[in-house]
């Protein structure tokens, strides 16, 4: 067996204990696959190679470069347009969001020496894409994996290893979190999907007894849900942040080690050497200052309102997106623009009503210049405040838009009207909610989706079981750790190690006879 492995730098441990619980349970597995970020990520997999049997891998840094140095081929770009199509082919430059920055509207973006290259003229930007495809197919032809494995979906590269797979029936798995529990699972899809999860629940709809050890847990944290509903645990985590981001304290430490960044970039440290996505020194230095900037505005009362003297009128609630990343660039990929999306909302929402837009706490001091005024210049829009409380908003509003937030799981939850634009995973449970594809003339979508009748508490329920029959003890807490200065739980990272190597070969082993079943055929 093989696996084709993305190595992430900042998931390395994660990744690394997956791969070795896969060696114990599959002793023949070898492993190849592709080292992410600086080049000291490669120091860590020579460490593991005898142990995991790496054959080899390469490090994206030197595809990239390589595929940017060589002459664009238009042959071989219209080998790839009738092979994968164009609407797969432009799904790669939207996803990556120094290829697609102009579609990040939301954001201030820091520029990277690849984000200029591959940005030079079309040809370029065309050139890296299909270079990718090319490198991809050649290398799943010449040595064809049983399953790719990576920690997530969010650039170029792995979106590109997603289509090739897929047109090679080969597994391409990534972490996923399921939104009603906070734990991770493997998923087989590029938007972050849960086919096995969705089967499992509308089986047993049929049959119950495949969820019976669950079922009892889901009604439970449902009904405590309703009763009591708590923000998201790593919401707590983005309020300390915020204290940190508006401090002066906060601002030092931030310039302090933007500037040994800077220093470690200019003097190629640390692995930095030829590194190409990686951002200018001084780009992060004027990050950090406008973070802090726009923190103390916020705090001044600049541009924000309270919630409280529309809680008793119509409104439409639209909770702003953090971007970019994988849940707005990947998984609403056609729709990015969320000042756009807003726009639209107000020209088509029926007449009297509102709309509140709130922001992402993480979002604070990343938006771009004039982002706020923007919005708050649209008629019958409302700048609500972050740090108001999301669930009195989404309890009285007449409905709630998304593009794949975690407000539209707990809509469906509370059974309030949710119109849902991009690919959210818990759009699994197939009622509920109402999907949504276009923002120009919608306005009889936004009275249909009004009229959304609720998912029944049987449909909830037994999603909520899907959810923990398909959970690991992966959760956001073991994700984030590295990020927040975090101590990761051993035991507890060695069972869901398991647990995730037992649902990848699970997948792998299903794929292996769909595709010999293909063959008889």
């Known amino acids: 067996m093989f696996g084709y492995i993305q190595f992430a730098e900042d998931y390395f441990p994660i990744i690394a204990n997956i791969c070795l619980s896969l060696k114990k349970l599959r002793p023949d597995i070898q492993f190849g696959g592709i080292a992410l970020k600086r080049q000291t990520v490669c120091a860590k997999i020579d460490e593991l190679a ?156 049929e049959n119950p007894d495949l969820l019976k050890d669950f079922l009892k847990q889901a009604e439970e944290s449902i009904k405590a849900f309703r009763e009591r509903p708590l923000p998201p645990d790593y919401m707590e985590s983005h309020r300390k942040n915020f204290s940190k981001l508006v401090s002066l304290s906060g601002l030092l430490r931030r310039i302090t080690v933007n500037t040994a960044m800077a220093a470690a970039i200019k003097l190629k440290m640390f692995g930095t050497r030829d590194l190409m996505r990686i951002s200018k020194g001084r780009d992060m230095l004027k990050q950090s200052w406008a973070s802090y900037i726009t923190g103390r505005k916020i705090l001044q009362g600049k541009w924000f309102e309270q919630a409280e003297p529309y809680m008793d009128k119509n409104y439409i609630f639209y909770p702003l997106h953090y971007e970019p990343e994988s849940s707005t660039s990947v998984a609403c990929h056609k729709l990015t623009n969320q000042v756009a999306l807003i726009e639209q909302i107000s020209k088509n929402m029926p007449f009297g009503y509102r709309l509140l837009v709130k922001e992402h706490i993480p979002s604070i001091g990343s938006r771009p210049d004039g982002f706020y005024e923007r919005i708050k210049a649209i008629p019958d829009v409302h700048l609500i405040s972050p740090f108001e409380n999301s669930m009195s908003i989404v309890r009285k509003a007449k409905l709630v838009i998304v593009l794949t937030g975690t407000s539209g799981w707990e809509c469906i939850q509370l059974g309030i009207p949710v119109m849902i634009f991009g690919h959210a995973e818990y759009t699994g449970i197939g009622t509920g909610f109402m999907k949504c594809d276009k923002i120009i003339n919608f306005a009889d979508e936004i009275v249909q989706a009004m009229h ?65 079943e293909k063959e008889k055929q």
């Open 50 to 205: 005898s142990e995991l049997d790496i054959t080899g891998y390469e490090w994206l840094n030197s595809i990239e470069k390589k595929i940017l140095s060589q002459p664009f081929d238009e042959t071989l770009m219209q080998h790839y347009i009738e092979r994968f199509g164009s609407e797969k082919l432009r799904f790669l430059i939207a996803v990556d969001r120094e290829l697609a920055a102009g579609y990040v509207s939301g954001a201030r973006l820091c520029r990277s020496k690849f984000g200029k290259l591959s940005n030079r003229s079309d040809e370029e930007r065309w050139k890296y894409i299909i270079g990718l495809v090319d490198y991809f197919v050649c290398s799943f032809t010449e040595h064809r994996p049983d399953f790719i494995f990576m920690n997530e979906t969010t650039f170029a590269w792995e979106a590109a290893m997603h289509i090739v797979a897929e047109d090679m029936h080969i597994p391409c798995l990534t972490l996923e979190c399921l939104r009603g529990c906070s734990a991770y699972c493997i998923s087989d899809n590029v938007f972050g999907m849960l086919n096995k999860r969705d089967e499992l629940y509308r089986k047993s709809l």
């Open 452 to 516: 959304t009748p609720p998912a029944t508490e049987r449909e909830l329920i037994h999603f909520q079981a899907a959810q923990y029959a398909c959970a690991t003890l992966l959760t956001y807490d073991e994700i984030s750790a590295k990020f927040y200065n975090r101590d990761c739980d051993k035991k507890k990272s060695n069972i869901y190690s398991n647990q995730l190597a037992k649902q990848i070969l699970d997948i792998t082993e299903e794929y292996r006879l769909k595709n010999m």
